[in-house]
Nanobody
C-alpha cells in the first residue's frame, strides 16, 4: 500500500531552522506531485509548498516564501521541506501529501482535497 511517513518535527526556538523529510513507498514516486501542508490547532489545513515530479518546478505559499524550500530526491523516494527563520506562527502539524500526475500540462495543486495520499504528520513547535 502507499505509505508516506514524515519525520524531523520537534520543538525549536524562533529563528531556528528545521528540515522535514517525507519517505514514500508503494507508488511510482516521480509520477506524483509532492506537497506539504500544515494545520495548527483550531485552524483548517493550509497549503505550504508543492513540487512537480522531476523537481524542476515548485509552488510555495506566500506566507512562507523566502523562508521555506521544498525539494525531492527521486532516487530515495523522499521529499523534503527546509524551514528557516522559524516563527511562532509556523507551529503546526506538518503533513506530507501526494497526488497522481494526470496530464502532461498540470498545475501544482494547493487544494488539500485534491491530493490522494497523506502521511500522519509531524509536529513542529516554535516557542521561546
Amino acid at each position: 500500500q502507499v505509505q508516506l511517513i514524515e519525520s524531523g518535527g520537534r520543538l525549536v526556538h524562533p529563528g531556528d531552522s528545521l528540515r522535514l523529510s517525507c519517505s514514500a513507498s508503494g507508488l511510482i514516486f516521480p509520477s506524483h506531485v509532492m506537497g506539504w501542508f500544515r494545520q495548527a490547532p483550531g485552524k483548517t489545513r493550509e497549503f505550504v509548498a508543492a513540487i512537480n515530479g522531476r523537481g524542476s518546478n515548485t509552488n510555495v505559499a506566500n506566507s512562507v516564501k523566502g523562508r521555506f524550500t521544498i525539494s525531492r530526491d527521486n532516487a530515495r523516494n523522499t521529499a523534503f521541506l527546509q524551514l528557516n527563520s522559524l516563527e511562532s506562527g509556523d507551529t503546526a502539524v506538518y503533513y506530507c501529501a501526494a497526488h497522481r500526475i494526470t496530464s502532461v500540462y498540470y498545475s501544482l495543486r494547493t487544494d488539500p482535497t485534491q491530493y490522494d495520499y497523506w502521511g500522519q504528520g509531524t509536529q513542529v513547535t516554535v516557542s521561546s
